[in-house]
């Protein structure tokens, strides 16, 4: 099956810092999306994105779907962005859409 | 709000008990879906379901049973609980349209066996 690796596995931001996360996958995908679990266990989703750059606040991605990657900015980390963020790679079947998930990011923003 | 529900939301069992964990949603979605996460693992499909009365297996479906009776539920048991069994249980749907409609998640169950 289809592998989604993520990088770094961790990591720890002062309030303010900037941040890249990396998401590399194996294989042609019909979709990607990134989630934020918080600390309560929450899963958000956050983009859909099989290619290009989207925007949203503080937060952008950017696929490059010919290069099997993909890339989540956050810009001004505060401390509600802590948790765990999660790439996911969506594969259209004949019984089903299988989503398929990394071992995410765990992000931790102090002050 | 509009979304997916899971009850309930914790839940402590013991070895070779049984349980149904059930998810329902409102968004008229054909497609559901159950994960397990564990730590350091990522989230992994148990089984889904493309429609009412419809099932099939994820990745990981030893030990799990599950039915799609109506569109708007979907139910997932362990028949016989085992320790391994011990994790964070996440119902999810999607609408049948495919790649450009995402997923959306409940809130997760949290199961403990001893």
């Known amino acids: 099956g289809i592998q989604v690796e993520q990088s770094p596995p961790d990591l720890i931001l002062q309030e303010g810092a900037n941040s890249t996360l990396r998401c590399n996958f194996s294989d042609s995908v019909n979709n990607l999306q990134w989630f934020h679990q918080n600390p309560w266990g929450q899963l958000i989703n956050l983009f859909y994105i099989p290619s290009g750059t989207k925007q949203n606040g503080r937060l952008s991605a950017t696929t490059v779907a010919t290069e099997r990657y993909s890339l989540l900015y956050i810009s001004s980390s505060q401390t509600t962005d802590s948790g765990v963020y999660f790439c996911a790679v969506l594969i259209l079947t004949g019984g089903g859409n299988k989503l398929t998930f990394g071992t995410g990011t765990q992000l931790k923003v102090e002050l | 709000n509009a979304g997916v529900t899971q009850t309930p939301k914790f839940r402590v069992l013991k070895t070779g008990q049984s349980m149904t964990l059930l998810c329902a949603q409102d968004?008229?979605?054909?497609?559901m879906y159950w994960y397990r996460q564990d730590p350091g693992m990522g989230l992994r499909l148990i089984h889904y379901s493309v429609g009412e009365g419809t099932t099939a297996k994820g990745e990981v479906p030893d030990g799990y049973n599950v039915s799609r009776l109506k569109k708007q539920n979907f139910l997932l048991g362990l028949e016989s609980a085992a320790p391994s069994q011990t994790s964070v249980y996440f119902c999810a749907s999607s609408p049948r349209q495919g790649a450009g409609y995402g997923y959306t998640f409940g809130s997760g169950t949290r199961l403990t066996v001893v």
């Open positions: 968004m008229n979605h054909e497609y």
